[in-house]
């Protein structure tokens, strides 16, 4: 059974929104760092954004500050990533990440360092 289980991918058009949820089980995250990460075939994974345990330091980055609002529910153990105004460029398969060390840090570490992550959901933005 997977820690880490996101949902709310699937096809869009431009212009549209989705909500992405990663839901912990097995365990509890409300003392991790989580963040979201997304990853197209043949490139790296690249960082989103990142949300403190106790919800309150949040950190994008640079091209996703716009459209893209991070946050947690510890009580349900889960995390959203609301993404508006979607381009066929967000086209990708987004990952939920846990990490004990501080949120910030989850833009800068290698992914393969980070604790625990999710099998991911595929976004598809159609033009």
């Known amino acids: 059974q997977e820690e880490l289980v996101e949902s709310g991918g699937g096809l869009v058009q431009a212009g549209a929104s989705l909500r992405l949820s990663c839901a912990a089980s097995?365990?509890?995250?409300?003392?991790?760092?989580m963040g979201w990460f997304r990853q197209v075939p043949g490139q790296e994974r690249e960082f989103v954004a990142s949300?403190?345990?106790?919800?309150?330091?949040?950190y994008y980055a640079d091209s996703m500050k716009a459209n893209f609002t991070i946050s947690r529910d510890i009580a349900k153990n889960t995390v959203y990533l609301q993404m508006n105004s979607l381009k066929p460029e967000d086209t990708a398969v987004y990952y939920c990440a846990a990490d004990l060390r501080p949120a910030q840090a989850m833009s800068i570490l290698r992914p393969d360092d980070l604790n625990y992550w999710g099998k991911g959901t595929l976004v598809t933005v159609s033009s």
């Open positions: 949300i403190s345990w106790s919800g309150d330091r949040i």
């Open positions: 097995r365990r509890t995250f409300s003392h991790y760092a």
